[in-house]
Nanobody
């Protein structure tokens, strides 16, 4: 009844840019914190960036100064602008959100299916 759908992944050369989007849809009362995580081959999933409904932002040290997270509350959408991409940024990027369904009074955690970002020359 609630889903997160990512888009915007692909192949890019080192130093290039990509913009990821994630839209929440379904029976939603409110979307609380949203964020991006990534999982590289052979590694554990890690936090990339998060943003609260009030706009408080947190980044992993590895992406500070290169990535920018933002959101459009009216569209229940979160974005990740990725600049100066490095080969180490290659991973599946997952959208995450704490969402209160219209038939609930509390939030639950949801994940998207992921979008692959490959940084390679």
């Amino acid at each position: 009844q609630v889903q997160l759908v990512e888009s915007g992944g692909g192949l890019v050369q080192p130093g290039g840019s990509l913009r990821l989007s994630c839209a929440a849809s379904g029976r939603i009362r409110s979307v609380n914190a949203m964020g991006w995580y990534r999982q590289a081959p052979g590694k554990e999933r890690e936090l990339v960036a998060t943003i609260t409904s009030g706009g408080i932002i947190d980044y992993a040290d590895s992406v500070k100064g290169r990535f920018t997270i933002s959101r459009d509350n009216a569209k229940n959408t979160v974005y990740l602008q990725m600049n100066s991409l490095e080969t180490e940024d290659t991973a599946v990027y997952y959208c995450n959100a704490d969402i209160t369904r219209s038939d609930r009074s509390y939030g639950m955690n949801y994940w998207g299916k992921g979008t692959l970002v490959t940084v390679s020359s």
